[in-house]
């Protein structure tokens, strides 16, 4: 399951995708006010964390009791770490990308230069890339009420322990914000792994998609390898 971040839609994963379907079941969509989905029915108060994540659990509903790969990218890490506490049973391993478990712990115009300057990259390389983004002016309210939401949602360091999937946190080496974010991920979830893409910035996937695929499909070794470990164990 690959969910993207803020500004983004499916085409982000479109450099990384058809590999992954070779050999697997891949399943992508477009958060609301993004690339092909609807807009929030209530507007901007209705574009919140705990939508997305409501989305996020319908949409793995509808994939039938199988357990899960998840991928999020960004703002999308922070719901799928929400997933994983809130549904631990339907989470078969976990890849967080260039994300936090937290809001950064600046406040006021400093958050505010966080939250532009993470959007910037991403439209940067969306611009480079032609990956589609916002859809039109329900985008545009998307994006300020999302933006909104990445600089104060409630902290999730205390909880990372909880998450006993494995997890493999990926980062840009360039992106200087989220490196210490990885950190903390990494050192807070169990045995999790950490992979930093070098020269690459926010979204590795997409800048160096060799490179984030190779760490995705040592991440997919290892987590089968536990599974299997598990089995035999038990």
Do not use: K
């Amino acid at each position: 399951m690959l969910v993207h971040g803020i500004a983004g839609s499916t085409a982000d994963w479109a450099a990384v995708a058809p590999e992954l379907a070779a050999s697997r079941h891949v399943v992508a969509y477009d958060h609301r006010g993004h690339g092909a989905s609807g807009r929030a029915p209530g507007g901007r108060a209705d574009y919140t964390f705990d939508l997305l994540l409501a989305d996020l659990t319908a949409v793995v509903a509808t994939l039938g009791p199988a357990r899960i790969h998840l991928i999020g990218h960004s703002l999308s890490g922070v719901i799928a770490l929400r997933y994983a506490l809130e549904h631990p049973g339907r989470v078969r391993s976990l890849v967080l990308v260039d994300t936090a478990a937290a809001p950064a712990t600046a406040t006021g115009p400093v958050a505010r230069r966080i939250v532009a300057a993470v959007l910037g990259g991403v439209a940067a390389i969306a611009s480079r890339t032609g990956a589609n983004s916002v859809n039109g002016r329900g985008g545009a309210v998307a994006l300020a009420a999302l933006g909104r939401e990445l600089a104060g949602y409630p902290s999730l360091v205390p909880r990372l322990g909880e998450i006993t999937a494995p997890t493999t946190v990926i980062v840009g080496e360039r992106d200087s914000m989220l490196r210490a974010s990885a950190q903390t991920l990494a050192h807070g979830i169990q045995a999790a792994h950490l992979a930093v893409i070098a020269e690459a910035g926010h979204c590795p996937h997409i800048s160096r998609p060799l490179a984030w695929l190779a760490a995705v499909v040592d991440h997919l070794a290892r987590a089968e390898a536990a599974v299997a470990g598990g089995a035999l164990a038990g």
